[in-house]
């Protein structure tokens, strides 16, 4: 199916409203065309990871019957997430009332100033399985935290400067004041809230204080510049995702693009979990600074970048601790964070740690490690009518081969891989120091404006409903 009539597919034809998926879709395919154009090496990564992803699925069958069982294989080609940082708490608050146009919902709660990041974190994303597969787009969305910035005569000015901003075009409030009060958006004015929103995240070469204070803000630390200093919260980054992220690693350079040092989260598995990260170097990019004398000086900002993401298995809380577990051992036993000097023996130590953790699907589950899509089988038609069955029957039935199962594929972040990433492109010492602040979800959702939906128990109510209803089909 073309691009257009996927599109179009997403329209609803009952009414005058178009789907949020339809919006989604459109606006992640207008921002992905923007950024090709903004940063070249990101049009280059998504061929490369086009041909990986097509040369995995025709060597590998299981896998691609597994993504269409889950029903991944029709979005593969969909599928990006963006990132952007926010500086002030109604650029949250208005950014979550933008993306729920787009049906995205706040899903988990991130604190990155424990990994020397001075931000916490949310990501806006679909709720549901049927839409999130029909538009994968999601936005990993950080705060500023400024309440860490320890210079208080910095810490005021940063306040200052950002009061006086607005991020978001007249329009744009506008049509989402309309979307709210009337549950929707026809056609044309759908158009115009993605191309009125995409400037939010458009990319200004020219920032909005003077070189002198820009070097205050980059020397707290480079990503407060990033926030503080520009117009508006430019995407920093879209993420294609690959079947085969080792490929992806080595593949890079031969495409001229160069890539970080080392690739973030979990070691190379054959029954994959979590997400597993990379990217190519931050570019540098030349910024026109303002002067008190009212003339203009050219500097230089490194921020934006180009990151390819593996998705695996969700893990459940027992899963996500020993996860964390062999992640720390791993990390203390090198002294940190992986370096370039340091990723050989790293890979080395990650290996052997998570040696402990299952690599097949059958163990994972029956160790309640990850989370399961259930399907009924044919075999069902043979089933013994004679009792009731229920959830404590699923191992039994999946033993029996009455059910089968997929892993629920990890739909979200990780911290400690974000901070990572980010590091790698920093180019400072930042990514080494460390925030002594707490991490502070109740002032996040009160800037928000509502809570956010708690990881696991999103993915627990999906495997949940999926047992619901082969138990439905069962015993109908």
Not at 201 to 223: C, G, I, K, P, S
């Amino acid at each position: 199916m073309s691009s257009k009539n996927k599109l179009e597919s997403f329209t609803n034809t009952t009414e005058e409203f178009v789907s949020p998926e339809y919006i989604r879709n459109r606006f992640s395919k207008i921002m992905s065309d923007m950024y090709k154009k903004e940063v070249p090496l990101y049009g280059e990564l998504l061929d490369l990871v086009h041909d990986i992803n097509e040369s995995v699925l025709s060597e590998s069958k299981e896998i691609e019957k597994q993504l269409a069982h889950t029903g991944e294989l029709t979005r593969l080609d969909m599928e990006r997430h963006g990132a952007i940082r926010l500086g002030k708490p109604y650029e949250l608050f208005t950014m979550r009332r933008l993306f729920k146009v787009m049906g995205m919902y706040s899903v988990g709660y991130y604190d990155l100033a424990t990994a020397g990041v001075p931000v916490h974190s949310t990501a806006f994303r679909a709720i549901e399985n049927t839409t999130l597969n029909q538009a994968p787009f999601r936005v990993f969305t950080s705060l500023l935290r400024i309440d860490l910035i320890d210079d208080v005569q910095l810490r005021n000015n940063v306040q200052t400067i950002l009061e006086k901003r607005q991020i978001f075009t007249e329009k744009v409030l506008q049509l989402i004041d309309k979307s709210e009060k009337e549950g929707g958006l026809n056609k044309e004015d759908a158009e115009t809230f993605v191309q009125e929103a995409l400037e939010t995240f458009r990319w200004h070469d020219t920032a909005t204080v003077d070189y002198e204070m820009y070097e205050a803000l980059l020397n707290q630390h480079r990503l407060i510049a990033d926030v503080v200093a520009f117009k508006g919260p430019h995407i920093n980054h879209l993420t294609p995702r690959t079947l085969d992220i080792d490929k992806v690693q080595v593949s890079m350079e031969d495409r001229n693009i160069p890539p970080k040092d080392n690739i973030e989260g979990p070691p190379t598995r054959k029954c994959p979990i979590l997400l597993r990260q990379t990217s190519f170097k931050a570019l540098t990019e030349k910024v026109t600074f303002k002067n008190n004398v009212e003339k203009e000086e050219i500097g230089e900002h490194k921020a934006r970048f180009g990151e390819i993401e593996q998705r695996g298995a969700a893990l459940t809380q027992k899963g996500l601790d020993l996860y964390h577990e062999l992640l720390g051992k791993t990390r203390k036993a090198i002294g940190g964070s992986p370096t370039a000097e340091n990723a050989l023996k790293y890979n080395e130590l990650l290996t052997e740690n998570f040696k402990v953790f299952p690599d097949n699907y059958k163990e994972l589950q029956l160790k309640e490690l990850a989370y399961f899509h259930y399907f009924t089988t044919n075999k069902i038609k043979t089933l013994s009518k004679d009792k009731v069955y229920t959830k404590a029957d699923v191992n039994q039935l999946l033993e029996d081969g009455y059910l089968s199962m997929e892993p629920i594929v990890y739909e979200d972040f990780l911290p400690v891989s974000a901070a990572g990433i980010f590091a790698s492109n920093l180019g400072t010492d930042d990514a080494k120091r460390e925030y002594q602040g707490t991490s502070n979800q109740l002032l996040f959702e009160k800037d928000l404006g509502e809570p956010v939906y708690k990881l696991t128990k999103w993915y627990e109510d999906m495997q949940n409903e999926s047992i619901q209803n082969c138990l439905s089909v069962i015993n109908a």
